[in-house]
């Protein structure tokens, strides 16, 4: 320890089980940092609070608004015809196949065109079952990965096919 480390010591050692203090300048980028996250803070506040204006209050207030316009096309009601039939056969074909089989009468997943329904046949429950699906019964939960639209035709093709209800 040179003389000048000595000097700048502050001198209670023996009140801390032998570990003494500095009394040093703080490093440059020590303050750099403090100063500037103090500007920032200032900088920050100013613009969220007063030019952009991004409050939780006008987020939300902004989604509300936006509510009856976004549930009302989810909700639009789907128009079956043969095109979406056929669409739907299509989703089937690809990911559904594999367990309730290439005929709907089930392999690994239940029969759909029997009477025989676990969750209701009508087209609201299916729609209901396909989206939420059964994991704990291995069921995929549907409805992120295809989306309202697709499932709904598969919805409406499983309906059609011939158990519904
Ligand atoms: C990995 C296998 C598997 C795949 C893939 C699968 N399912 Fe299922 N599905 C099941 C099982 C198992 C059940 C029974 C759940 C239960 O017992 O509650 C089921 C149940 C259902 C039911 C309810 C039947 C009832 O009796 O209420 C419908 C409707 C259905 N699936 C449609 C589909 C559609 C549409 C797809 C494709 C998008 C699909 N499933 C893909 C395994 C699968």
Not at 93 to 102: L, Q, T
Request: hydrophobic share 45%.
């Amino acid at each position: 320890m040179s003389a000048k480390d000595q000097d700048r010591l502050l001198g209670h050692a023996q009140d801390n089980d032998g570990i003494d203090e500095y009394d040093n300048a703080l490093p440059t980028w020590w303050l750099g940092i403090l100063w500037g996250s103090i500007a920032f803070a200032i900088v920050y506040v100013v613009d969220y609070h007063f030019v952009s204006d991004r409050s939780q209050v006008a987020t939300y207030e902004a989604e509300v608004a936006a509510a009856p316009q976004a549930s009302s096309a989810s909700a639009a009601p789907l128009v079956i015809t043969p095109e979406v039939l056929a669409a739907g056969k299509a989703v089937y074909d690809a990911n559904c196949m594999a367990c309730h089989g290439p005929e709907l009468k089930g392999s690994v997943g239940p029969d759909l065109v029997d009477a025989t329904w676990i969750h209701g046949g009508t087209l609201a429950q299916i729609t209901e079952t396909i989206t939420k699906g059964v994991p704990e019964k291995g069921m995929l939960t549907w409805g992120p990965i295809l989306g309202p639209e697709k499932v709904a035709q598969v919805a409406a093709f499983v309906h059609g096919a011939g158990g519904g209800q």
